[in-house]
Every structure is written in structure tokens, then in C-alpha cells.
């Protein structure tokens, strides 16, 4: 791959990944100006762009959060809602997101939620809980680069089209068969690449 074939890929998929971003999420620039100068973008900053109700589902930890869904105090897709749109502000302001699958989130959580209303019972104890992944994890439709360039539409280099964007990962496979809301892939751990640097 040429300098200008990377870079031309790259500027594409980062692209792509904003162009994932629902228009009502977008900041503005002067946000985004005043997010460059914030020491910590957690907490009251990056609550400031979220409803009452959204600050309040991603303050609880994921015992209550599955509990409040099942209580049905609220729905897998006003969970969703709240982690996806707290993703989507936290990926424009420090590009922490490999992959942004909120269509598929969403989807997933309105299935789950039709599951509740159909069964009167959960899907399994991971009901409508959103869950992010490292980015080395294979969900159908989406790329697993680990930050390679050279991964971006392919199955870990290959262009195999039985294997390109066709494949879970056995962790996926559980998570969803556990009623987990997937929501977005984010950068790995530096810990990842300790055994090429040794």
C-alpha cells in the first residue's frame, strides 16, 4: 500500500465512522472549541449535551441499569439512546471510537424490547445492557482493524468475501445470545501489542 493509498483510506474510514453520527448529535464548533480547552471532558461537560434522564442511566452501574430494564423503569432503547449518544460526543471531541454501530444497537434494542413486551420475561441476564468492544472482536457488518489501515475492509488483512464483515466473534455471539446491546468498537489496549515489542 502507497503513502497516498493509506492515507486516502484512512481519511475515508474516519469519515465513514462520523457520518455515523445521527445530525442531532453533532456538536457545534464552538463546543468542540471549548472541549480543546477542558482539562476533564467527563463528568459536567459531556453531560451538558444530555437529558435528565440520559445523565441518569449512564451514572448506574450495569447491576441496576439490567435490574431498571427488566423493573422496566426503562426500555432497551432508552438505554441505548443514552450510551450511544454519550459515545458519539465523546468520539467527536478525542476520536476514541473505531467503530460506531449504533443502526445495529438499535436495532437490537427494539427486538429486545418487542421480546419483553411479546414474553413478559427478559432475554437473558445482559438484557438491553450496551456493551463496547475492544476493536479486535469480529461483528457481522463492521471492520475489526486494531488500528491497521490495511485492515479496513478486509477480515484481518484477508479480502476473502465468504470471511469480510461476515464473521462474529465467539464473544459477540454470546454477548448477543445474552441479550447485550452492542454499540460501538473502541481502541485496544496498548497491552495488545506488548508481545510485538518485547
Not at 135 to 152: A, L, R, S
Request: proline share 3%; charged share 25%; with cysteine.
Amino acid at each position: 500500500m502507497q503513502i497516498q493509498d493509506w492515507q486516502a483510506a484512512a481519511k475515508t474510514k474516519v469519515a465513514d465512522i462520523h457520518s455515523r453520527i445521527p445530525k442531532e448529535w453533532i456538536l457545534s464548533d464552538v463546543d468542540l472549541a471549548k472541549a480543546g480547552k477542558q482539562r476533564t471532558l467527563s463528568g459536567p461537560f459531556i453531560e451538558q449535551f444530555l437529558t435528565n434522564e440520559e445523565k441518569e442511566i449512564i451514572s448506574q452501574d450495569s447491576i441496576h441499569l439490567v435490574e431498571k430494564i427488566k423493573s422496566r423503569d426503562y426500555t432497551a432503547v432508552a438505554v441505548t439512546r443514552a450510551y450511544c449518544k454519550t459515545a458519539a460526543i465523546a468520539q467527536q471531541i478525542n476520536n476514541c471510537l473505531h467503530e460506531v454501530m449504533f443502526d445495529f444497537a438499535f436495532k437490537t434494542a427494539r427486538g429486545l424490547d418487542q421480546y419483553y413486551a411479546t414474553n413478559r420475561k427478559v432475554k437473558g441476564p445482559l438484557h438491553g445492557l450496551p456493551v463496547s468492544l475492544k476493536d479486535q472482536f469480529h461483528v457481522k457488518g463492521y471492520d475489526t482493524t486494531m488500528g491497521y489501515v490495511g485492515w479496513i475492509g478486509t477480515y484481518e488483512g484477508s479480502r476473502d468475501p465468504a470471511k469480510v464483515h461476515q464473521v462474529n466473534s465467539q464473544a459477540v455471539e454470546e454477548l448477543l445470545s445474552l441479550g447485550a446491546v452492542l454499540f460501538c468498537k473502541v481502541i485496544g489496549d496498548t497491552d495488545l501489542a506488548v508481545m510485538l515489542t518485547n
